[in-house]
């Protein structure tokens, strides 16, 4: 990494303190800040001019309940479906232990027994993915999320409205998210996406990696094929037998031969291996799909169980719909067995809908075929293919009771939102 290099070996080196956001051009001369006395600092001789960045929230959904609950700050603490389910988040105490995201459950708890299990509370996670996004959106309209915690800033452009170059800005930046919403974050910084995003994941938790131009070809060079985005287990089994067991043994194939080998996947092999990544930041892209689903606490066979589950399940997708303002054209079903083999299922609507019944008949068509003595873990259900609101349920003649059904179930919705979800449980007629 750029500022991990020799101070001397770099005259130019320009030093930034991360608690009292001093900025001056030079090395520390005992590593720490001379106005605060701080040891964490940023160090490169780039870091005036880097201005694309990459911040990833550390162990988000664990970071936010330790922040509502300080009991478990110094406890391992682990997100997740239940003894049956998969650890969606572990703290950092947690991964002492070699908790993972996406362990099983039950290995997750044989490594770590004392840790204190939390189901995930998406809705809260989400709104304070909202207020950090709210944040990041204050000092760059160019935010591209990624996910509930993570996304790409480009900030070039903004020293004239901040009055400071780009990393001093990101700095501040994560001081209000820490000291305003409680969570912690990493930051990469670099001249495009792809470093910025192996850089954020460098010194994580509360890091600020940085990799400049000059640097990148060397940094990448003995890093395994893996860390190219886009490099899946398939993929990297395959480089590894063609003899491309690190980045750097990328450099010695053209990029004809790249693509001739591995196809489009050949031509960001050969660029990122030399550190170019032309993609731009993209704001806040378009809601491609809607969906819910749940890992069950033992895994069902039972065709009326999995049909009630999935009842629950399209009230919640309906919700959604009305809140997010869309409906949805197709409608898919996914299930996965005890041995997480996937199963999904798909079918298009005449007419997009927001409505849970519709939800629930065509999910209850694409089920029934997969009721044949297999036990399935979990079960999802989403639509996807989305219009505006305005378009789904479209008055019919050939139903014409189907617009006082859509009002009604935005009516549930309503008194649901008010006064709790099992305020009103609506039935269905059997099938």
Known sequence: MGYRRALNDHPDLHSLCRDCLHLWAGAPGDGRCPRCGSPRLAIHDELPSLSLAHIDCDSFYATVEKRDDPSLRDKPVIIGGGHRGVVSAACYVARVYGVRSAMPMYKALDLCPDAVVI????????????????????????????????????????????????????????????????????????????????????????????????????????????????????????????????????????????????????????????????????????????????????????????????????????????????????VTLKLKDRDFHLITRSKTLPDPTQRAEIFFNIGLDLLKPEINGTAYRLMGIGGSELVEASEADPPSLANPDSLRKAHLDKTITEIREKLGPSALVKGFPPQ
């Open 119 to 330: 189901r995930p509370n998406m809705e809260k996670y989400a709104a304070v993915g909202q207020e950090i996004r709210k944040l990041m959106r204050a000092v760059t309209p160019l935010v591209e999320p990624l996910s509930i915690d993570e996304a790409f800033l480009d900030l070039a452009g903004t020293e004239r409205l901040h009055g400071t170059p780009p990393a001093q800005t990101l700095a501040g930046l994560i001081r209000r998210i820490e000291n305003r919403i409680g969570v912690s974050a990493s930051v990469g910084l670099s001249y495009n996406k792809f470093l910025a995003k192996v850089a954020s994941d460098l010194e994580k938790p509360r890091g600020f990696a940085i990799i400049g131009q000059k640097e990148a070809q060397t940094f990448l060079a003995d890093k395994p094929v893996n860390m190219i985005w886009g490099v899946g287990k398939a993929l990297e089994k395959k480089l590894n037998q063609n003899g491309f067991q690190v980045i750097g043994d990328l450099l010695r194939e053209d990029e004809h031969s790249l693509i001739k080998r591995y196809g489009v996947m050949g031509r960001r092999l050969y660029r990122f291996a030399r550190g170019q990544d032309s993609r731009k930041v993209e704001p806040e892209s378009e809601t491609k799909s809607i969906s819910v689903e749940y890992t069950f606490d033992t895994d069902i066979d039972s065709f009326e169980i999995l049909a009630a589950e999935l009842s629950k399940m399209c009230d919640k997708l309906s919700a959604r719909m009305q809140k997010k303002g869309y409906g949805a054209r197709t």
